[in-house]
C-alpha cells in the first residue's frame, strides 16, 4: 500500500501561478505525476514523471506547466503558471509501479477572475 499526501491548490485569477507538491510514502521505479478531473468530465491527464525523469504532458499544458520530482523526498510536484479557467478542476497525485495505481485525495484548484 502506499500513502500519498498532496498539498497546494486554491483559487487564482487567470493569468496566475499556483504549486502542488505530492509526497509519497515510498518511491522506487515508480511514475508519479497528476490527473485532473472537471465538474461533468472524466479525469484526465495531466503530467507524469518516471523515477528517472522522463516526462509526459498533456498538449493542453505544455509550455505551462512544470512537472518535477524528488527522488531523495518521494516527491512529485506541479508548477502551473499561465492557468487559465479551463484549467479548473480537482487536481489527484498518482503514483504507479508494476500495474498498481494508487491516488491521491484530490485537491481543488480554481481558476476564474
Known amino acids: 500500500q502506499v500513502q500519498l499526501v498532496e498539498s497546494g491548490g486554491g483559487l487564482v485569477q487567470p493569468g496566475g501561478s499556483l504549486s502542488l507538491s505530492c509526497a509519497a510514502s515510498?518511491?522506487?521505479?515508480?511514475?508519479m505525476g497528476w490527473y485532473r478531473q472537471a465538474p461533468g468530465k472524466e479525469r484526465e491527464l495531466v503530467a507524469v514523471?518516471?523515477?528517472?525523469?522522463?516526462?509526459n504532458y498533456a498538449d493542453s499544458v505544455k509550455g505551462r506547466f512544470t512537472i518535477s520530482r524528488d527522488n531523495a523526498k518521494n516527491t512529485v510536484y506541479l508548477q502551473m503558471n499561465s492557468l487559465k479557467a479551463e484549467d479548473t478542476g480537482v487536481y489527484y497525485c498518482?503514483?504507479?509501479?508494476?500495474?498498481?495505481?494508487?491516488w491521491g485525495q484530490g485537491t481543488q484548484v480554481t481558476v476564474s477572475p
Open positions: 498518482y503514483y504507479g509501479l508494476r500495474g498498481d495505481v494508487y
Open positions: 515510498r518511491n522506487i521505479f515508480s511514475i
Open positions: 514523471i518516471t523515477s528517472v525523469g522522463i516526462r
